[in-house]
């Protein structure tokens, strides 16, 4: 069993910053490949960003040149999703994503609000 736990959201200004962290735990060895993904009210999840475990990223042109994707140099099945510039339409559910032989796992998610 795997867990997923985000942690980091919160409320910011236009134009502020907020790094979320997703840290896998459980019976998990290897490198896998992990993701974020976000949900505004009344709208489809959408893709954020991926990393794959060879390091290369693959993010949403919606959110590209303000957020980046990295992962943790020791404990590898931990990512980050640093996000700068915030603005009113990132607000959302953001939800870390694991894939692993096939199968997608999800956290439970962290609230992400840009207001002024």
């Known amino acids: 069993q795997v867990q997923l736990t985000e942690s980091g959201g919160g409320v910011a200004q236009p134009g502020g910053s907020l790094r979320l962290t997703c840290t896998a735990s459980g019976r998990i060895s290897g490198i896998w490949p992990m993701g974020w993904y976000r949900q505004a009210p009344g709208k489809q999840r959408e893709l954020v960003a991926t990393?794959?475990?060879?390091?290369?990223?693959?993010i949403a042109d919606s959110v590209k040149g303000r957020f980046t994707i990295s992962r943790a140099g020791s404990a590898k099945n931990t990512v980050y999703l640093q996000m700068n510039d915030l603005k009113p339409e990132d607000t959302a559910v953001y939800y870390c994503?694991?894939?692993?032989?096939?199968?997608?796992?999800w956290g439970q998610g962290t609230q992400v609000t840009v207001s002024s």
């Open positions: 990393i794959i475990p060879n390091g290369t990223t693959n």
């Open positions: 994503n694991l894939v692993r032989f096939g199968t997608a796992q």
